[in-house]
Nanobody
Framework: QVQVVESGGGLAQTGGSLRLSCVVS????????MGWFRQAPGKERDVVAG????????YYLDSVKGRFTISRDNAKNTVYLQMNSLKPEDTAVYYC????????WGQGTQVTVSS
């Protein structure tokens, strides 16, 4: 059974950094294109960044381009999101899933950026 577990969130100040990790177990991780998503209170869940199964061709939401970097380690079944120059509007619960989203959703990890 596939399980998705996100970690690495927390409280950061404006301009700070956080690195999120997502471990996928029970499936063939290297076959999945992956993405990071976020959901702020009262808003829909949006894709923030995505990466192909081989780790090339990353893409980003316009508002995070140049600040966030998605990467993956297929040997560790893990996808990462390095977040730099954080802004209060980045505050949300962050999730990862395959693209398209066919895996069970994890619990997410809360990112809070203080101004």
């Amino acid at each position: 059974q596939v399980q998705v577990v996100e970690s690495g969130g927390g409280l950061a100040q404006t301009g700070g950094s956080l690195r999120l990790s997502c471990v996928v177990s029970g499936g063939t991780f290297s076959n999945y294109a992956m993405g990071w998503f976020r959901q702020a209170p009262g808003k829909e869940r949006d894709v923030v960044a995505g990466i192909s199964s081989s780790g090339i061709s990353p893409y980003y939401l316009d508002s995070v381009k140049g600040r966030f970097t998605i990467s993956r380690d297929n040997a560790k079944n893990t996808v990462y999101l390095q977040m730099n120059s954080l802004k209060p509007e980045d505050t949300a619960v962050y999730y990862c899933n395959s693209r398209p989203s066919i895996l069970p959703w994890g619990q997410g990890t809360q990112v809070t950026v203080s101004s």
